[in-house]
């Protein structure tokens, strides 16, 4: 069901792992023709490409692309009570969690009287995708809007596919989690098309354009990202899922099974990797996983998964090489189940989020831990973070010098000016010291 990569007796460099790593072949770019096409086509012919597309490949018409506040107060009235219950604790949680990315106001005085003020302002307009393919996501929808609103974004408004199955509208749960947030500007639109009418607006359906574009999608989403990008910000190219557990001889194989289930679940290109320097381990989660996968709902779904070539049982000498295969990996979720998993977690350095001991699953994240589950994907863990409050705030140096406090660096102004051959900076410093005004 799951193939064994071993890589016991053997000291891996760096490279070679990179090499080794069992990854999905999922190309960005072989996207980038099609994204493209679809975003131009927004550009010029506004909702009514839009309602195209969705005929296309959502396979509805006759909807409205801005979605009612008819229709978000009617989700609302109409969510069970124990659901409305569980989206107002997730709600509640990353709402907590978000606070703590927000980077307090700092005032340094380098010298009497000269005092530079760090301050973090947040955009003025988001535009926040939420999936509708294999998989409805009102987790998504808290996950963008709340570190969002934390943030202190003025100007939200969220995007996701019409439904068929709803007569185009969005769907109910994910209109329901929008009007618990207090979000009123929903528009029927996803994949690429979306992407592009969020960076350069809509004008027949008064969609204006935003600053940043954040959510998770599948690789035509990722693509329309890369190619607006630099007009708009964005969080991340988010691809296929990601769980990789280190694990040893401690931990619950049936545990480790339904956790790799978990996310294997959502795509059949998702990746679920094992690495444990435990043979008999390794041996009992394959075990579980062949009963698991029997019983799960989405059974063939999480079959090919576990089947490709991104997942694999990876058996190493010891839990020093198992740091260095993930921390080579960057895996969006990482699970630690070991002895010691609260000291091995401070040798850990790229991964999306870290989910430290057996009652800390990836599915915890997912809805209620208080944390993002929109995380970098694809080795992306190596050089940047998942989505937070602080994605959507912008650093700012704010200057205030006396006349004293300019006069005691002037000289040392007037030098570098000079030195750099731009002498009208030194003369914007000494005007202020030369004339008879002063």
Do not use: C
């Not at 596919?161 to 185009?168: E, L, W």
């Amino acid at each position: 069901m799951i193939r064994t990569l071993d890589l016991r007796g053997t000291q891996p460099t760096r490279a070679e792992l990179l090499a080794l790593i069992p990854r999905n072949e999922t190309d960005v770019d072989v996207a980038l023709d099609i994204a493209r096409r679809l975003i131009s086509d927004v550009r010029d012919r506004g909702a009514l490409a839009l309602r195209e597309q969705a005929s296309q490949l959502d396979k509805v018409d006759s909807y409205e692309v801005r979605v009612p506040q008819a229709h978000i107060d009617e989700a609302v009235a109409s969510l069970a009570p124990e659901l409305n219950e569980s989206l107002e604790i997730a709600i509640s949680r990353v709402r907590e969690g978000s606070k703590a990315q927000v980077p307090p106001l700092v005032q340094t005085q380098v010298a009497p009287g000269a005092v530079v003020t760090q301050r973090w302002q947040p955009v003025e307009r988001v535009g926040l995708y939420v999936p509708g393919g294999k998989a409805v996501y009102p987790s998504s929808v808290i996950m963008n809007v709340v570190p969002a609103q934390v943030a202190g974004v003025g100007s939200i408004a969220v995007a996701s596919p019409p439904q068929a199955q709803y007569g185009g509208r969005v769907h109910p749960t994910i209109l329901a989690a929008a009007g618990l947030l207090g979000v009123s500007e929903v528009y029927a639109m996803g994949g690429a098309g979306a992407i592009g009418a969020f960076a350069y607006g809509v004008e027949d359906i008064e969609l204006l354009p935003v600053n940043v574009v954040t959510g998770p999608g599948n690789v035509y989403v990722a693509a329309a990202k890369r190619l607006v990008r630099g007009r708009v910000g964005i969080d991340s190219e988010a691809g296929p899922t990601e769980i990789l557990v280190i694990a040893d001889s401690s931990a619950r194989a049936d545990f480790v099974a339904a956790d790799l289930i978990s996310q294997a679940e959502h795509d059949e290109m998702a990746s679920a990797v094992l690495v444990t320097d435990s043979p008999e381990l390794a041996k009992a989660v394959e075990i579980q996983l062949s009963m698991q996968v029997q019983h799960t709902t989405h059974s063939d779904r999480v079959a090919v998964a576990l089947k490709g070539a991104q997942s694999a049982l990876v058996l190493v000498d010891d839990l020093a090489v198992a740091v260095d295969f993930s921390n080579a990996y960057g895996p969006e979720h990482l699970e630690i189940h070991t002895r010691n998993a609260s000291q091995l977690v401070q040798e850990i350095t790229n991964a999306g989020a870290i989910f430290v001991g057996d009652y800390s699953p990836v599915s915890l994240g997912d809805y209620s831990a208080g944390s993002n589950h929109v995380l970098p994907t694809a080795g992306q863990a190596l050089f940047s973070s998942g989505l937070g409050s602080y994605t959507f705030l912008r650093p700012q140096q704010v200057i205030e010098y006396s006349k004293q406090a300019l006069s005691d660096v002037a000289s040392g102004i007037r030098l570098l000016a000079d030195d750099e051959d731009l002498p009208a900076h030194g003369d914007a410093v000494d005007i202020r010291f030369n004339t008879e005004d002063n």
